[in-house]
């Protein structure tokens, strides 16, 4: 069965900082990714995925993740962080046969001025 | 012009009812999800359809029932409504491997 793990439950970072949430999964074939924001009291929004090809994929609000498979990570990265980045942030896997999603418990990210 | 909607956003029922959450999507995708957030923020699949026919069915209490008029709508109706269904419920839709996410309901029962 498939699973993710998210290490970190709340990090806090100082605006204009570099930001990194880790993210590992557990899949038996090769695993489609995904990284999804949650802003408070509002949907999940998709920031980026990972199916194949280039292992570092860019995404929306200019997040980055580079998935590794060696590590059985896909972790995600912010060079600079805005306050507006304050969210949740959930890393997910799915498999290629039903795209069923499995996710992980989530990083609270607070950022602070 | 929203792709995927639900209604309503915010339900507070009593133990015991019956409720029903809509969710229509415009983005012409083949396959329905309905996510549960629980109070720890933790999301779990309890559904989903195909062009109207049930491809996953998670572990979840024959109380929850949803139905697909068409493949546009998916909705989920709830008996016997307890405490433990308080939560988000988050409807996605999907043409192949990416899902998107309507806005949740929040379902509070007392």
């Known amino acids: 069965a498939q699973s993710v793990t998210q290490p970190d439950i709340h990090i806090t970072v100082s605006e204009g900082a570099s930001l990194e949430l880790r993210c590992n999964y557990s899949y038996g074939a090769t695993p489609y990714l995904f990284w999804y924001v949650q802003s408070p009291g509002q949907g999940l929004q998709l920031l980026l995925k990972y199916f194949s090809g280039d292992t570092l994929v860019q995404g929306i609000k200019g997040f980055e993740a580079e998935f590794k498979r060696s590590q059985s990570s896909f972790n995600l990265r912010k060079p600079s962080v805005h306050w507006s980045d304050a969210a949740e942030y959930f890393c997910a896997v799915a498999g290629s046969n039903d795209y069923k999603l499995s996710f992980g418990a989530g990083t609270t990210v607070t950022v602070r001025a | 012009d929203t792709a995927v909607s639900q209604t309503p956003k915010y339900l507070v029922t009593q133990m015991g009812n019956d409720k029903s959450i809509k969710c229509e999507q415009n983005?012409?995708?083949?396959?329905m999800y309905w996510y549960k957030q629980d109070s720890k923020k933790f999301l779990k699949i309890m559904f989903s359809?195909?062009?109207?026919?049930?491809?996953i069915n998670e572990t979840v209490p024959n109380r929850f029932s949803p139905k697909s008029p068409d493949k546009a709508h998916l909705n989920l109706h709830i008996n016997s409504l307890e405490l433990g269904d308080s939560a988000v419920y988050f409807c996605?839709?999907?043409?192949?491997?990416?899902?998107?996410f309507g806005p949740g309901t929040r379902l509070t029962v007392l």
């Open positions: 996605a839709s999907s043409h192949g491997d990416t899902q998107y």
């Open positions: 359809y195909n062009n109207k026919e049930l491809i």
């Open positions: 983005l012409g995708h083949d396959t």
